[in-house]
């Protein structure tokens, strides 16, 4: 089985990149063969850089040359839900691109709103970029469903986070979300984005924020996961 893991930056999969390292055999740089529950699995590490546009020509060179039985998207995010606490781990079922579009006498419209877009055109339901495939592992069966808004500027406005919750009514933002969910559904690659939660969408005040919390309950739920492939 060959899978794919991948993230925005080398430090929100660290621990499980170790974890590789220590437990896997190295076959080129960022690949690796592991032992697995019904024979071995081969796993690729591609770290994106931040952001769609490097999320989506990272993924772009890799599938042309690469076809993993799956992919998974591991990274923190901020949620709009005050009901989920900083480290919550989701499973992102459906992504929107929160910021593409445009602005018309203060109002923002997206792409499907003015036209450019036709609504329900693949690989799109409505407007979002929809994740159905069912076989989750047993890991992450009892994680919340979330909805994921892509920005390419984090909110940090009343304004801007009122806008996306009114339009998009997302549980969690992130900057890559969209582009993974894309790419997968064009090239028609299971797939799995994983999230935790390191701080609510608000006014910016990184001292709230948990970033070591997510990044730990993030990497333990990746171990979970991993070892839970080889029965899909």
């Not at 076989?135 to 992450?140: G, I, K, S």
């Not at 890559?176 to 935790?196: K, S």
Request: hydrophobic share 45%.
């Amino acid at each position: 089985m060959k899978v794919l893991i991948t993230a925005a930056t080398a430090l929100e999969i660290k621990p499980f990149t170790d974890w590789l390292q220590e437990t896997g055999e190295a076959t080129s740089a960022g690949n690796f063969t592991i032992k697995g529950q019904k024979g071995a699995l081969e796993v690729a590490v591609l770290v994106t850089g931040i952001g769609m546009m490097y999320t989506g020509f990272s993924l772009g060179k890799y599938f042309a040359l690469h076809r993993p039985d799956v992919a998974i998207q591991a990274g923190i995010a901020g949620c709009f839900r005050r009901d989920w606490a900083l480290g919550t781990g989701v499973v992102v079922r459906r992504e929107v691109l929160g910021d593409l579009g445009a602005e018309d006498r203060g109002e923002f419209a997206d792409l499907f709103g003015i036209g450019l877009w036709q609504h329900d055109m693949s690989p799109f339901t409505h407007h979002y970029l929809i994740n159905t495939w069912e076989q989750l592992p047993p890991a992450l069966q009892a994680l919340p469903q979330a909805t994921g808004v892509s920005v390419n500027m984090v909110s940090g406005s009343a304004a801007t986070i009122n806008r996306l919750e009114q339009k998009y009514q997302p549980d969690i933002e992130s900057m890559e979300g969209a582009a993974f969910h894309y790419a997968c559904l064009m090239e028609h690659i299971p797939f799995l984005q994983l999230r935790t939660i390191s701080n609510y969408v608000e006014v910016r005040d990184k001292s709230k924020w948990d970033i070591p919390l997510a990044v730990k309950n993030l990497n333990n739920l990746l171990r979970q996961t991993f070892a839970e492939l080889p029965i899909i």
